[in-house]
């Protein structure tokens, strides 16, 4: 039974080498995984060697002469291209890549070569050059094979054990092709035997290998669905917290008092200025909470609103100058919603409200290769003063604010946001400068 190599042992093989093919390419055709691709590639080739001695026509095996060395070496390729792609080693190791790469087109090229051989010089010059071909389609193999023991993963360990098992076995039977059948094992078997049996111990082995591959893939791609609804979760979060820290009771008890005492004055149209403002504020907070970004322009303009309803609250008021670098798109630049209102409320409280005489605040954005800078300049008494002068809870809600702004801002850009607060009184001059560095990202 295992001298005839048309028997059911071997026909059962290629079954089912062909039907682990048809899996495969179904499976490509259905997700255009590349794994896929290159494996169902390799199963065609070794399927369609195999198959060779089934037929008894003269004429069918006057063609496998031309294909039968050149379809495994294309099958050499295909499995080396399939190695690539399991182990990512573009990624993680380009160099051998690169250099397997080579390999793979150096292979084709010479399944090509022996295409043109037997048509010129016949079938036992092929044989002869194929036999003298063997030593580097080795060392192709176990330069893969180093490429593979590269990555010390379980899969790795699995198609390597798989694909040595194949090759010991496929040059077992080339050597018997070559030099004879009685020649280094003396079982009674058909010298293919041991091809047949290395190909389907191997296919075993990888339909194994890759099951595992994609059940990873679908458990890490559950974890990060995982990780993204609790991001979504943390962003709703932080849109409320965002909302109450912009918002807050003591901002609107304090409009709604300096409304109060501008009725009590009878100063009729600046209370109607400064409902308009506040309203029209208010109505912006709520608009932008929704949004988890807005361009810088809509940001500035509602910056404004808040900034002149507290000049209208500060006792003789305070400058405000914005300068925006000309080269910066500020219809298109994309920031966080009420980023700059903490900052500035801040410098207003802890830094202006204390001082005596002309009272400014500039801001200042600029654009340095990808990183946006923002700049936050009062002339108020120093961070320094105002910690003397200001409580605990003061400044432990004016760290909470900066704390959200810097959550929210990461969460959106998903990067390290740097955020510096330092004191730049000199000698006749007090002030405290704040400074924030982001990426520049277009809507």
Not at 73 to 92: A, D, M, N, P, Q
Not at 154 to 164: H, M, N, T
Not at 279 to 299: A, G, P, W, Y
Request: charged share 20%; proline share 2%.
């Amino acid at each position: 039974m295992l001298l005839d190599i048309t028997s059911a042992f071997y026909s059962w093989i290629r079954g089912g080498l062909l039907v682990l093919f048809i899996y495969h390419f179904i499976f490509y055709l259905q997700n255009k995984e590349k794994l896929h691709k290159y494996y169902s590639g390799y199963l065609f080739c070794l399927f369609v060697y195999l198959v060779r001695d089934a037929f008894v026509n003269e004429k069918v095996q006057c063609y496998y002469q031309y294909i039968s060395f050149s379809i495994q070496y294309v099958g050499y390729v295909f499995f080396i291209y399939f190695c690539r792609e399991l182990t990512k080693s573009k990624i993680y190791f380009p160099i051998l890549d690169y250099r397997a790469k080579i390999l793979s087109r150096v292979l084709f090229l010479l399944a090509c070569s022996l295409l043109i051989i037997q048509y010129f010089y016949g079938y036992e010059v092929q044989k002869q050059i194929v036999a003298y071909s063997v030593p580097f389609a080795t060392f192709c193999a176990f330069y893969v094979f180093y490429l593979l023991s590269k990555r010390k993963t379980r899969q790795v360990y699995f198609l390597l054990f798989g694909s040595v098992f194949f090759l010991i076995s496929a040059n077992i039977s080339s050597l018997k092709m070559i030099k004879g059948d009685l020649y280094l094992i003396d079982w009674p078997v058909h010298r293919m035997f041991y091809y047949f049996v290395g190909a389907i111990v191997q296919s075993i082995i990888f339909a194994i290998l890759i099951g595992n591959h994609f059940r990873e893939i679908i458990i890490k791609k559950q974890e990060a669905e995982v990780n993204l609804l609790k991001q979504s979760n943390q962003i709703s979060q932080l849109k409320m917290i965002a909302l109450k820290s912009q918002m807050n009771p003591h901002f609107l008890f304090n409009s709604l008092n300096s409304i109060n005492n501008f009725v009590i004055q009878n100063k009729i149209d600046e209370a109607s200025n400064f409902i308009t403002k506040f309203s029209s504020l208010v109505r912006k907070v709520l608009q932008v909470t929704n949004e988890n970004s807005i361009s810088l322009t809509e940001e500035l303009h509602i910056l404004s609103i808040y900034v002149k309803l507290e000049q209208m609250r500060l006792k003789n008021g305070f400058h405000f100058k914005t300068v925006v670098d000309h080269t910066i798109d500020t219809d298109r630049l994309k920031v966080v919603p009420l980023f700059l209102q903490p900052f500035i409320e801040n410098a207003i409280w802890h830094g202006l409200s204390l001082k005596q005489g002309e009272k400014t605040i500039l801001l200042t954005i600029t654009q340095t290769n990808e990183m946006v800078n923002v700049f936050i300049t009062d002339n108020g008494i120093g961070i320094n003063n105002s910690k003397k002068n200001k409580i605990n809870t003061a400044n432990s809600k004016k760290s909470y604010g900066i704390k959200i702004v810097k959550e929210r801002m990461e969460l959106m850009y998903e990067k390290e946001i740097i955020i510096q607060i330092k004191d730049v009184s000199e000698k006749n001059t007090t002030g405290t400068q704040v400074s924030l560095i982001f990426p520049a990202k277009t809507l």
